[in-house]
C-alpha cells in the first residue's frame, strides 16, 4: 500500500513564503515522477508542479518564478517551496506520484495522491 502525506500547509499573508512537504511511504518503485496539484471548490484541480527522479522539472505557467519543487536526498520526499504567495494561490494541494516516466500536467496520469492541505493566502 503506497502512501502520500502532504504536510506544511497553513494561513499566510500575500508576500509570504510557505513550504509544503509530501513523503510517500509503502511500496517503492525504481521511478517515478512526484507532482504538486491545487484545487478549489470552484475549480477543477490544477497543475503545479512536477519533478522526475533525477530533479527536472516542470512548472505551471502561474507558478513559474515563484514556486520550486524539488525531492529530497531520498527520493520520497518532494518539497514545494512557495514564494510571494497570492491570495489566487488560496486552494488545497495534493501530492501525487506517477509511474508513467514522464512529465505529466494532467491529474489522470497519477496513480497515487495524499490528503491534501490547505494553503490559504489572506490579502
Known amino acids: 500500500q503506497v502512501q502520500l502525506v502532504e504536510s506544511g500547509g497553513g494561513l499566510v499573508q500575500a508576500g509570504d513564503s510557505l513550504k509544503l512537504s509530501c513523503t510517500v511511504s509503502g511500496r517503492t518503485f525504481s521511478t517515478y515522477y512526484m507532482g504538486w496539484f491545487r484545487q478549489t471548490p470552484r475549480k477543477e484541480r490544477e497543475f503545479v508542479a512536477v519533478?522526475?527522479?533525477?530533479?527536472?522539472?516542470t512548472y505551471s505557467e502561474s507558478a513559474k518564478g515563484r514556486f520550486t519543487i524539488s525531492r529530497g536526498v531520498a527520493k520520497n520526499t518532494v518539497y514545494l517551496q512557495m514564494s510571494n504567495l497570492k491570495p489566487e494561490d488560496t486552494a488545497v494541494y495534493f501530492c501525487a506520484a506517477s509511474l508513467a516516466g514522464v512529465a505529466i500536467t494532467h491529474d489522470y496520469g497519477y496513480d497515487y495522491w495524499g490528503q491534501g492541505t490547505q494553503v490559504t493566502v489572506s490579502s
Open positions: 519533478v522526475s527522479d533525477s530533479g527536472d522539472s
